[in-house]
């Protein structure tokens, strides 16, 4: 050994580390492989090198997200998150069970969403649709005029009608209601006389000791007219009878519209303005 010179001795030494098998299977080597398996996927890497490779892609995993690298299931769990506060409970102003966003009539309660015009608005929030509030663009009547813009919503060749009868409401029940006998919707002058004929029938029984009167009036136009004005004695009983009474339309143009209403005042008050908690059966226009 003593003539041997040290670079064979460095050749001899690097053949054998060489051709070493534990340096192969479990050296440098094979942890360079398990590194790039586990770098490359996830589910890879822990099949292959078990709970080495499990911590790997942990710490690969959080490091990752922690510098906002997407992976595939750190990016799942976020577009999870975000859809869970999408999809969660919404605003629903009116309690009507449809979503604020997708309400067409978010303010009334419309469950049904039904649409009559297809203005994409609610037919509780048309603002010319029966009975009275106003639209951007619906032509009711059929007359070529949008209703925002015609000041006679019912004088076209399709005038919209009420229902054939309306209530009960404050235990009145207004039906079969004509204006000069021609429907519940028609054009009067200024200061034109005309006839109104209903049915009414009454059961009023929320004050059983109560004078109980029923009036018929012009809304916002008074004098109204009386129909029934009777004491204690017919309370929490069913009364009815037709009637025909005379009215004398506004003087200014406009849309006008004649209710029903009960009061308990001992007497008809005749001018009451009718604006409030009324049963709504028909409708002049004056032009």
């Known amino acids: 050994m003593r003539g041997t010179p040290p670079s064979a001795l460095l050749l001899a030494l690097c053949g054998c580390v060489l051709t070493s098998p534990d340096f192969d299977e479990s050296g440098t080597e094979g942890a360079s492989n398990s590194t790039l398996t586990t770098s490359s996927t996830g589910t890879t890497s822990a099949a292959t090198s078990g709970a080495t490779s499990t911590s790997t892609t942990e710490a690969t995993t959080s490091g990752a997200s922690d510098a906002g690298t997407s992976s595939t299931t750190t990016t799942g769990d976020e577009t999870s998150s975000s859809s869970s506060s999408t999809t969660g409970p919404c605003e629903d102003g009116d309690t009507d069970g449809i979503c604020d966003l997708e309400d067409n009539c978010p303010e ?84 034109e006389s005309f006839a109104l004929d209903y049915h009414w029938l009454v059961h009023f029984c929320q004050c059983d000791t109560c004078v109980t009167q029923g009036m018929v009036g012009i809304s ?9 004005n009777e004491g204690s004695g017919k309370n929490c009983k069913t009364w009815e009878s037709d009637v025909k009474q005379m009215f004398t339309a506004p003087s200014a143009p406009g849309i006008y519209y004649i209710r029903a209403r009960r009061t308990w005042e001992y007497v008809c008050q005749e001018e009451s303005d009718f604006d409030g908690d009324t049963a709504e059966f028909a409708a002049i226009c004056v032009k």
């Open 220 to 228: 916002g136009n008074p004098p109204a007219q009386c129909f029934y």
């Open 108 to 191: 009334v309660d419309n469950p049904g969403q039904e649409d009559a015009d297809g203005d994409t608005y609610g037919d509780p929030c048309d603002v010319c649709n029966y009975p009275g509030l106003d639209d951007d663009g619906a032509d009711y009547d059929n007359d070529g005029i949008p209703c925002a813009l015609d000041p006679c919503s019912h004088d076209g060749p399709n005038p919209p009608s009420y229902p054939s009868s309306v209530g009960p409401t404050q235990e009145i029940t207004i039906s079969n209601a004509s204006i000069n006998g021609a429907g519940t919707f028609v054009t009067l002058a200024p200061d």
